[in-house]
């Protein structure tokens, strides 16, 4: 079936690295995501990464790709306060409908 | 200007009510969704459109109706409103097709309080 799953809660300090977890199912994914959703607000995509790629950067932000074990990480370096949010990843199902399947979120509290 | 705009951003009703949700994107994209965000902030899709035509149902009662009068609105209404409607809803849009990435743009969500 499809399912993504995270961790709920990470808690860093200001400057360190910060690094959420996610495991999928659907190896057929064409395309993992990042998104970002501050309070009150939607989402909003941080980064993607296509499934033929094991790594891509942008920034401050580090996307690992594991295929084999089907598990995504989104490194994210010199954590400031700005960045405290939810922070969610998805995985695009198969049969070109644009469907997106989400985990439940993993809540990043960065404190000072 | 905002991408994907919805309406209204609060709604507070009573069970057994009938409410609506509109969306409106602005951003050319040939297939919009709704999705349900609940209280411990997991999200679910319920519908999806690809111009004007529903292409995704996932098994939400019949009491939610989406409407898609032309490819760039979607709306959503909810018949005899009931205590686990209480959600927030959220609209977006994307470019389906091969060789696109098909992100997701979001609306800032519209949060249905039923009492």
């Known amino acids: 079936g499809e399912d993504v799953e995270q961790s709920l809660f990470l808690s860093v300090r200001e400057g360190d690295s910060s690094v959420i977890n996610c495991t999928y199912t659907?190896?057929?994914?064409?395309?993992l995501y990042w998104y970002k959703q501050e309070p009150g607000a939607g989402l909003q995509l941080l980064t993607y990464i296509f499934s033929n790629m094991d790594m891509k950067q942008d920034q401050r932000l580090t996307v690992l790709l594991n295929k084999k074990d089907k598990h995504l990480s989104l490194r994210i370096a010199d954590t400031q306060t700005g960045d405290s949010a939810i922070y969610f990843c998805?995985?695009?199902?198969?049969?070109?409908?644009?469907?997106?399947?989400f985990g439940q979120g993993t809540t990043l509290q960065v404190k000072p | 200007d905002t991408a994907v705009s919805q309406t209204p951003k609060y709604l507070v009703t009573q069970m057994g009510n009938d409410k609506s949700i509109k969306c409106e994107q602005n951003?050319?994209?040939?297939?919009m969704y709704w999705y349900k965000q609940d209280s411990k902030k997991f999200l679910k899709i319920m519908f999806s459109?690809?111009?004007?035509?529903?292409?995704i149902n996932e098994t939400v009662p019949n009491r939610f109706s989406p409407k898609s009068p032309d490819k760039a609105h979607l709306n959503l209404h909810i018949n005899s409103l009931e205590l686990g409607d209480s959600a927030v809803y959220f609209c977006?849009?994307?470019?389906?097709?091969?060789?696109?990435?098909?992100?997701?743009?979001f609306g800032e969500g519209s949060r249905l309080t039923v009492l």
């Open positions: 977006a849009s994307s470019q389906v097709g091969r060789g696109l990435t098909g992100e997701l743009f």
């Open positions: 459109y690809n111009n004007k035509e529903l292409i």
């Open positions: 951003l050319g994209h040939d297939t």
């Open positions: 998805a995985e695009s199902i198969s049969g070109n409908t644009g469907k997106l399947i």
């Open positions: 659907d190896s057929s994914s064409t395309y």
